[in-house]
């Protein structure tokens, strides 16, 4: 069975850091565009991040995240990472991984992040 499990969510104050994980089971993450999406209540899911097969960031990340996320890959461990610095309340959501192969895409079941005083 293919799966992506994402883990490190949880509940911070802000101006704290986050780092989430996407682990891979039964697929070779490191043959897949991988992206980190997130989606607040009542907000549609977001685009936040993404690193190709090669460990290059693919896009201009969203001004909201922008020089306070960043994504990374270890293929050794099979696992794309989201490191998340000074959390802003607004960052509060679920956390998605989906990986993409042309017509080919999984998703992981999510993980809460919670950034409140």
């Known amino acids: 069975q293919m799966l992506l499990v994402e883990s490190g969510g949880g509940l911070v104050q802000p101006g704290g850091s986050l780092r989430l994980s996407c682990v891979g089971t039964?697929?070779?993450?490191?043959?897949?565009?991988i992206k980190w999406h997130r989606q607040a209540p009542g907000k549609e899911r977001e685009l936040v991040a993404g690193?190709?097969?090669?460990?290059?960031?693919?896009?201009n990340p969203p001004e909201s995240t922008k020089d306070r996320f960043t994504i990374s890959r270890d293929n050794a461990k099979n696992t794309v990472y989201l490191q998340m610095n000074d959390l802003k309340p607004e960052d509060t959501g679920v956390y998605y991984c989906?990986?993409?192969?042309?017509?080919?895409?999984?998703w992981g079941q999510g993980t809460q992040v919670t950034v409140s005083s």
């Open positions: 989906n990986a993409a192969r042309g017509l080919t895409n999984y």
């Open positions: 039964g697929l070779a993450i490191e043959n897949f565009l």
């Open positions: 690193i190709t097969t090669f460990g290059i960031p693919t896009l």
